[in-house]
């Protein structure tokens, strides 16, 4: 049974810990099993193929970002803060990592504010409008209605953490970017240690 986040939980009885708190085991896909205390706000999550210990699941605070008040999702990701950037505003990425993203029609790979276009989603093409880029941060409006800003942050001691930024009244797409910044995690991985 998957929870709101899209994580498998297993087996479905929850089991006592060293400690006694319960813990509960989730299952993101092939490679990846977590075992997470209920209400956490991060796990231990193995990543067998890279051996790394991703956060399950991002961390969301209200703060104000140059775009207003924002929702704001964010991932801890153990990749070059420029591998994950370039996921980010690279077009043709955008369907790798996006769950509401099944194709993008651009004209340009790499945006930048006033790049327009249209993406694919489960209720069709729909068009959008890049109304800001720069300093490894990106927004966009979609439809015509503000949508997300994408950002990367440089981490002390090596690596970055990924946001999204997400309109209060949109405040149930954060578990949507909460799976999107998992699967950039896995791309910036395998792009850092030597994949595509």
Not at 23 to 40: K, M, Q
Not at 127 to 148: H, I, K, M, Q
């Amino acid at each position: 049974m998957a929870d709101a986040g899209g994580y498998e939980k297993y087996p479905p009885e929850n089991s006592t810990g060293a400690v006694g708190a319960k813990r509960v085991r989730y299952r993101l896909n092939d490679s990846i099993e977590a075992d997470a205390l209920p209400n956490a706000r991060v796990g231990s999550c193995v990543n067998r193929r890279h051996n790394h210990q991703p956060h399950l699941p991002g961390r969301v605070r209200l703060e104000r970002t140059p775009d207003g008040r924002r929702l704001v999702v964010s991932w801890r990701i153990d990749a070059p803060r420029d591998v994950v950037w370039d996921l980010l505003w690279d077009t043709e990425r955008w369907a790798d990592w996006g769950p509401s993203v099944r194709a993008v029609d651009c004209p340009v790979r790499y945006v930048e504010a006033g790049t327009t276009g249209r993406v694919r989603t489960p209720v069709g093409w729909v068009p959008f409008e890049v109304t800001a880029c720069g300093n490894y941060r990106w927004s966009w409006d979609v439809a015509g209605l503000p949508a997300t800003g994408h950002r990367v942050e440089a981490s002390a001691g090596g690596g970055c953490e990924a946001s999204f930024e997400v309109p209060p009244l949109a405040a149930p797409y954060t578990v949507v970017c909460e799976r999107a910044l998992g699967r950039i995690e896995l791309l910036a991985l395998d792009r850092a240690g030597g994949g595509n």
